[in-house]
């Protein structure tokens, strides 16, 4: 039994050695990095404060606590995205882009068979 176990002890210690190594880093984060990330999650926050963007969630059939509460457990570099992407939508909304946005997708939910909404869309088999 003592060889046995000799011999385990012998190939972790083995193993352990051929395994790859990285070498672990570390740097200094200054003060306006965590501002930035900070303030940028506040404003995410704050906008689904907004009776619109409350009354949105709700019509859509969203609880409100569960988007704060998944947008805490995102990470820095998905709430700079996120962020960056709103940043990015026009202020009024593109109303015909998601309209057409919805149809496409209408369409192909019909022609994949999950829905059937438009009789002139036929299932692919």
Do not use: C, W
């Not at 995102?74 to 940043?87: K, P, R």
């Amino acid at each position: 039994m003592q060889k046995t176990n000799k011999l385990f002890a012998l190939i972790l210690s083995l193993s352990i050695f051929m395994l790859p190594m990285s070498a672990a880093q570390s740097a200094m984060i200054g003060n306006p990095h965590l501002i930035n990330e900070a303030v940028d999650r506040t404003a995410l926050l704050q906008s689904l404060e907004r009776e619109d963007v409350q009354a949105y969630l709700n019509q859509q059939g969203i609880d409100a606590d569960q988007v704060k509460l998944r947008v805490a457990q995102m990470t820095d570099q998905e709430i700079a995205t996120l962020n960056e992407h709103l940043s990015d939508l026009p202020a009024g909304g593109d109303a015909l882009g998601i309209i057409l946005f919805i149809f496409v997708l209408f369409i192909i939910t019909d022609a994949i068979g999950a829905t059937d909404i438009f009789p002139f869309v036929h299932p692919i088999r």
